[in-house]
């Protein structure tokens, strides 16, 4: 795919953003967790490492060498793998209250498998021997 690499930059980037907006909103604690606050509970950050796997995967789908490509498919899969956990983790019901998901929870995880397909679509020019 001609365009595969520029693709993956955007949706690099638009995952990062995804990580900024409001993931759960926890009602009976008046909590709104993000990727990069979730005070009041033990989350962490979880959108705190998403966001550094998917600047280096940015930074691999930029770069024109054939083992760019290829480490960005781990890098990739590391970002499928991280955004289906926060799924499971920041959407599970504890103790009967269950946070309501927004929008963005569910963007994560399309835009990291979105992610991994661009990274099996590189443009790489094979020399002829």
Excluded: H
């Excluded at 759960?24 to 979880?46: A, M, R």
């Excluded at 280096?56 to 991280?82: S, T, Y």
């Amino acid at each position: 795919m001609k365009y595969s690499q520029t693709f993956g930059i955007v949706l690099c980037l638009a995952l990062f953003y995804c990580t900024t907006l409001p993931l759960v909103v926890i009602e009976s604690k008046n909590l709104v967790i993000t990727g990069w606050q979730s005070t009041g509970t033990d989350f962490g950050q979880p959108g705190k490492f998403l966001a550094y796997i998917g600047l280096m995967a940015l930074i691999f789908f930029a770069l024109p060498f054939i083992w760019a490509k290829r480490f960005n498919l781990a890098f990739a899969a590391l970002l499928l793998a991280w955004s289906f956990r926060n799924f499971m983790v920041l959407s599970t019901c504890q103790m009967g209250d269950c946070p309501q998901k927004m929008w963005a929870l569910y963007a994560c995880v399309i835009i990291s498998f979105a992610i991994l397909i661009m990274t099996f679509l590189p443009k790489i020019k094979i020399p002829k021997s």
